[in-house]
């Protein structure tokens, strides 16, 4: 099936990355989003032509619009904008590659027009998880995981008959750049230091959580709502080489692993194509050049977000809320380099300690437990 695509954040790594998907695919773009990124936002609404192009900042915006003022492209702004490529008739498949709490609305919106939702933003799911699934089962909207983790698991479960017979996931993580440091280490690192991931290419936000291994943390908590799993049958392991990017253990033993090279390009694919495979642009793994495969145990108490995500994962309510706003402020403190790198879990857990846990919320408790967890990080820095 050729598919109609509309790209939230398109200038993005997960966005550009889907892009080159689409064009050597064959996809129509119908609609993309973007930040600010006007120039790179320019040139890919020239290339792929959608009928829709919005930027969230209302000056970008303002500028697009004279730079296509040629086109028939249409030019919006702010979150109507971005809610208005989420729900285009003309796009059947929304790729939600929003970085942050600011996926969740347009995901919601895609949901309700029963769209496939190819999900780049775990944070959607790690705060309003049982929400956002419960509303794609009423609307029958399919949401199909993009985050390389999770599309391992998706493509190793396609042969399961049953979600019963599933003994456990098994999310693997590369450990990031400061694998093996002490807390005293860890104390020392740079920014620069830690956007240096060792195995993949990813935008800033994402890299910082893979450093401190919030990243996984995240990846837990949406694995739980993606896949209606308890905590105690999800299990995260280190493996360095970023080759196995996850495994699923059945009742009998078999445990079934997805593999391959460090290139988005295949689970972007795979969430478009699914059920069906076809050829594309990602780089085939070579087995013959791989090296040993190696799995060791996490080290949550060094590194701490790691250990405050497993803990919000068994707490729920709006405390897997909290847990993402705090840190979605935490990073972006620590990349304006106001504040040291293991202030980011320290931050965190002041924030989950101050802001008041709601259990079984409603959207707009989630987003003031996300407002809160924000307030509560700013003063602690002031």
């Given at each position: 099936?050729?598919?109609?695509?509309?790209?939230?954040?398109?200038?993005?790594?997960?966005?550009?990355?889907?892009?080159?998907?689409?064009?050597?695919?064959?996809?129509?773009?119908?609609?993309?989003?973007?930040?600010?990124?006007?120039?790179?936002?320019?040139?890919?609404?020239?290339?792929?032509?959608?009928?829709?192009?919005?930027?969230?900042?209302?000056?970008?915006?303002?500028?697009?619009?004279?730079?296509?003022?040629?086109t028939d492209i249409k030019v919006l702004s702010?979150?109507?904008?971005?809610?208005?490529?989420?729900?285009?008739?003309?796009?059947?498949?929304?790729?939600?590659?929003?970085?942050?709490?600011?996926?969740?609305?347009?995901t919601l919106a895609a949901i309700d027009c029963?769209?496939?939702?190819?999900?780049?933003?775990?944070?959607?799911?790690?705060?309003?998880?049982?929400?956002?699934?419960?509303?794609?089962?009423?609307?029958?909207?399919?949401?199909?995981?993009?985050?390389?983790?999770?599309?391992?698991?998706?493509?190793?479960?396609?042969?399961?008959?049953?979600?019963?017979?599933?003994?456990?996931?098994?999310?693997?993580?590369?450990?990031?750049?400061?694998?093996?440091?002490?807390?005293?280490?860890?104390?020392?690192?740079?920014?620069?230091?830690?956007?240096?991931?060792?195995?993949?290419?990813?935008?800033?936000?994402?890299?910082?959580?893979?450093?401190?291994?919030?990243?996984?943390?995240?990846?837990?908590?949406?694995?739980?709502?993606?896949?209606?799993?308890?905590?105690?049958?999800?299990?995260?392991?280190?493996?360095?080489?970023?080759?196995?990017?996850?495994?699923?253990?059945?009742?009998?033993?078999?445990?079934?692993?997805?593999?391959?090279?460090?290139?988005?390009?295949?689970?972007?694919?795979?969430?478009?194509?699914?059920?069906?495979?076809?050829?594309?642009?990602?780089?085939?793994?070579?087995?013959?050049?791989?090296?040993?495969?190696?799995?060791?145990?996490?080290?949550?108490?060094?590194?701490?977000?790691?250990?405050?995500?497993?803990?919000?994962?068994?707490?729920?309510?709006?405390?897997?809320?909290?847990?993402?706003?705090?840190?979605?402020?935490?990073?972006?403190?620590?990349?304006?380099?106001?504040?040291?790198?293991?202030?980011?879990?320290?931050?965190?857990?002041?924030?989950?300690?101050?802001?008041?846990?709601?259990?079984?919320?409603?959207?707009?408790?989630?987003?003031?437990?996300?407002?809160?967890?924000?307030?509560?990080?700013?003063?602690?820095?002031?």
């Amino acid at each position: 099936m050729k598919r109609t695509l509309s790209i939230l954040g398109s200038t993005g790594s997960i966005g550009r990355q889907t892009l080159k998907v689409a064009e050597a695919c064959g996809y129509k773009v119908a609609a993309l989003t973007v930040n600010r990124s006007v120039e790179l936002a320019e040139a890919q609404a020239r290339e792929f032509r959608p009928k829709l192009l919005a930027a969230v900042d209302e000056s970008a915006a303002a500028d697009l619009r004279v730079r296509l003022a040629d086109t028939d492209i249409k030019v919006l702004s702010g979150q109507a904008g971005l809610l208005e490529a989420a729900s285009l008739p003309e796009a059947d498949t929304v790729v939600t590659a929003i970085v942050g709490v600011a996926g969740l609305r347009p995901t919601l919106a895609a949901i309700d027009c029963g769209k496939r939702i190819a999900l780049a933003n775990k944070e959607t799911l790690v705060c309003a998880g049982e929400l956002v699934m419960a509303r794609a089962k009423e609307k029958g909207a399919e949401i199909v995981p993009v985050d390389s983790e999770h599309s391992a698991i998706f493509q190793c479960l396609q042969g399961c008959k049953d979600r019963g017979e599933v003994r456990r996931l098994i999310i693997t993580a590369s450990g990031g750049p400061f694998y093996g440091k002490s807390c005293k280490e860890l104390s020392l690192v740079t920014k620069e230091q830690a956007l240096r991931h060792p195995n993949w290419t990813m935008g800033a936000k994402i890299t910082i959580d893979s450093a401190t291994l919030m990243n996984k943390g995240l990846e837990f908590i949406e694995a739980m709502r993606l896949y209606a799993m308890p905590p105690e049958r999800i299990q995260v392991v280190v493996h360095r080489e970023s080759i196995v990017h996850s495994l699923v253990e059945f009742e009998d033993g078999a445990v079934l692993a997805q593999l391959g090279s460090a290139d988005m390009c295949l689970p972007i694919q795979y969430a478009l194509t699914w059920p069906e495979r076809t050829p594309g642009p990602a780089k085939p793994l070579d087995l013959l050049s791989c090296p040993p495969l190696t799995f060791q145990r996490p080290d949550s108490d060094t590194f701490r977000c790691l250990g405050l995500a497993l803990e919000c994962a068994k707490k729920g309510g709006t405390s897997t809320a909290i847990l993402n706003g705090a840190n979605e402020a935490a990073v972006g403190l620590f990349l304006e380099d106001k504040i040291s790198f293991l202030d980011i879990p320290r931050l965190v857990e002041g924030a989950l300690d101050r802001a008041p846990v709601l259990d079984a919320p409603g959207l707009d408790d989630i987003f003031e437990a996300d407002r809160a967890a924000r307030e509560a990080v700013y003063q602690s820095v002031r």
